[in-house]
């Protein structure tokens, strides 16, 4: 059963690669501690994107937030120190065409809201990119080929 009181982590992670994995551990079992386990997989794939453009396209640290709302919303979010919006992929473009932007593709396609803000810290720039997924999200089913 969920929790039933808001909690909130931040993992600080350097501009490593690896860091992708080890948020991607660490969220998995925040989550299951929290008996968030149907949501597991979803929060795993929206954390991995998220931290990895922070990491890919940025040159400084970063960082991976992730907020429970009960009665059921958890906000997944990845801060840098780039405050260059994000650019989603163009529509336009056949998936196999794009360069850069697919990530941020499936966090919309695989979330149930998302979004991003600047932010100014000790006069530093940078930005939080954010999605939202509930415990009544259905799995997406897919089509048989």
Do not use: F, Q
Request: positive net charge; contains cysteine.
């Amino acid at each position: 059963m969920p929790d039933t009181t808001p909690w909130e982590y931040s993992l600080h992670i350097p501009n490593d690669l690896r860091a992708v994995t080890v948020s991607r551990r660490t969220l998995r079992l925040v989550l299951t501690l929290h008996g968030l386990i149907g949501l597991v997989d979803v929060a795993e794939l929206l954390a991995a994107e998220l931290v990895s453009n922070a990491v890919r396209h940025t040159k400084g640290p970063a960082a991976l937030r992730v907020r429970w709302s009960p009665p059921g919303t958890l906000r997944i979010g990845a801060w840098d120190t780039d405050p260059e919006p994000p650019e989603p992929a163009s529509p336009a473009l056949r998936a196999e065409e794009r360069e850069e932007g697919r990530g941020l593709t499936l966090v919309r396609a695989c979330s149930d809201e998302w979004g991003w803000y600047p932010l100014t810290r000790n006069g530093d720039r940078g930005k939080y990119v954010w999605c939202e997924v509930g415990v009544a999200r259905r799995p997406v089913t897919r089509r048989p080929a």
